[in-house]
């Protein structure tokens, strides 16, 4: 069992930015395929990214491709999303989420946070 506590979220203006992250519970964190997910009012939740147990590898969507970065530290059991040029369009909910799989193709994950609100202003 995982549990997996986000904080970082805010309201910043269009142009800024923020960074999320998220603390997970567990001695097996370098295990777990981690991943950040987002949902917009009236939206389904879509996929943002993902990295590796290792942090070799990892994905991101063409939405936010070359605006945000993934990361984690296996020693302190944190994965964070760093999140520069934010847009309007960012405004989301974000969850963190740990998969026990290998792979950062994968959309479907075992363990979810609560979410943490971005708010992007105009």
């Known amino acids: 069992q995982v549990q997996l506590v986000e904080s970082g979220g805010g309201l910043v203006q269009a142009g800024g930015s923020l960074r999320l992250s998220c603390a997970a519970s567990?001695?097996?964190?370098?295990?777990?395929?981690m991943g950040w997910f987002r949902q917009a009012p009236g939206k389904e939740r879509e996929f943002v990214a993902a990295?590796?147990?290792?942090?070799?590898?990892?994905r991101y969507a063409d939405s936010v491709k070359g605006r945000f970065t993934i990361s984690r530290d296996n020693a302190k059991n944190t994965v964070d999303l760093q999140m520069n040029s934010l847009k309007p369009q960012d405004t989301a909910v974000y969850y963190c989420?740990?998969?026990?799989?290998?792979?950062?193709?994968?959309?479907?994950?075992?363990?979810w946070g609560q979410g943490t609100q971005v708010t992007v202003s105009s």
């Open positions: 989420a740990a998969d026990r799989g290998v792979s950062v193709y994968k959309l479907i994950y075992d363990y």
């Open positions: 990295i590796s147990y290792s942090g070799s590898s990892t």
């Open positions: 567990g001695r097996t964190f370098s295990r777990y395929t």
